[in-house]
């Protein structure tokens, strides 16, 4: 059901389109009521008729709601508008993740700093017991202002995709395994769900490691030539050392990584709030580092009086300033 500019959905007046996939178009629209702007993503109509769906949309999109954090999109509303089921949500300002990777890795200053806001969102929705089953990078959004959210939490479990759907960087797909069928995306899932077991928690932190190293590396974790040789890398295969991969990665936020993509469940990190913790460590030691470097700089410059003594500060501002030109390389 595409909507024009004008035209009402329930309360709300339809703007502009933001844009379209498998699983439904994305409007910005004006709620007059709140006299606010928000987003609409209307689902496709095959969702009202399957009664048990719909059913279960309506539980996850109520649960979804009720996660008040501020690295994970707010979900204002629901409705259903001829046939067609929607949702309303804040409107963003920005672009996804895989936007931005498109141009190439990110510093490792930067990826610690959004890899940190989706593990505190994740702790978050994981303390209400919700798990998102498909985060991938079109699910992050970075905002003009800098924050990062994570969008379609507790949604992306009752998704399949549709006869129309469109092709995309990263599609959500259905897979058929022996034990079962499983949702999630091809290279981001975690070893249990290719397998077709029930994914918990800890598969939202397998999928968060296959992000954290894609922003690090510009490469995929896992990646073959068919979906089923990527899954068989999933299961069978390590990532390449970030070392070889991509320049000034601290060696522990490489360690936060491979951890995070332990093929067995019960060997990664327990919890996302542990993954943050790790994350705030680094982010601290790595400000730490600069700060100190810039003082020693600093005192290098200011001591000594006497030629010879300024002579031996010289020599100090020189090793100072090759301490901060590695600090600011850690940083990114």
Known sequence: MTLTSGTKLGPYDIESMLGAGGMGEVYRARDARLNRTVAIKVLPASFSADADRMQRFVQEARAAAAL?????????????????????????????????????ALGSRKAIDCALQVARGLAAAHNKGIVHRDLKPENIFLTDDGRVKILDFGLAKLTRPEASSASGDAPTVQVNTEAGQVMGTVGYMSPEQVRGKAADH?????????????????????????????????????????????????????????????????QRFQSAGDVAFNLETLADSSVSSRTSAQAAVLAAADSGASPKIKDASRGGLRLAAAVVAIAMAVAG
């Open 202 to 266: 800890r598969s939202d932190i397998f999928a968060f490691g296959s992000i954290l190293y894609e922003m690090l590396s510009g490469k995929r974790a896992f990646h073959g030539e068919t979906p089923a040789d990527t899954m068989s890398a999933i299961l069978k295969e390590e990532p390449a050392e970030l070392s070889e991969t991509a320049r000034n990665v601290p060696l522990p936020l490489e360690r936060v990584v491979r951890h995070c993509l332990e093929k067995n469940p019960a």
């Open 68 to 104: 008040n954090h501020p690295n994970i999109l707010s979900i204002f509303d629901i409705g259903e508008e001829r046939g067609a089921p929607y949702i309303v949500s804040e409107l963003l300002e920005g672009s996804t993740l895989r936007e931005q990777l498109r141009s190439g």
